[in-house]
């Protein structure tokens, strides 16, 4: 005998027995409880286009907050390198040049991320 999982929901919840399901991805994606919740948001990369990420599992009323995706491959390099450690511009140029730093392809070309 083959039960499905909402059906074995459905009778250990008579009992008082808690259980839950165990999602599938697909069934994630679909469960529009979970989108309106904010447990799973879309997020827009420049790369791949839209996809589905896992929002903030805390939510406090006075905190709301913004699921941004993540950042590509040396996007935020000049920025870390030049205001937040303190490099110059002109050492900054010369690290550049160096290869030592390598800044992200534009999104038309690629992200420089392998896919799997």
């Known amino acids: ?28 994606a679909e469960e529009e409880s979970l989108r309106k919740t904010g447990t799973v948001v879309e997020v827009d990369h420049p790369g791949r286009g839209k996809y589905l990420t896992v929002g903030n599992p805390v939510k406090m009323s006075d905190s709301i907050t913004d699921v941004q995706r993540s ?37 038309r070309s690629g992200s420089g991320m392998r896919r799997q």
């Open 1 to 28: 005998m083959t039960k499905t999982k909402f059906e074995v929901m459905d009778i250990c919840n008579q009992h008082d027995i808690p259980v839950g399901p165990i999602l599938s991805m697909k069934e994630i």
């Open 71 to 107: 950042p590509l491959l040396g996007e935020h390099t000049e920025e870390i390198l030049t205001k937040v450690l303190g490099y110059s511009a002109k050492e900054y140029a010369e690290i550049k040049s160096s290869g030592r730093s390598r800044r992200q392809r534009s999104p």
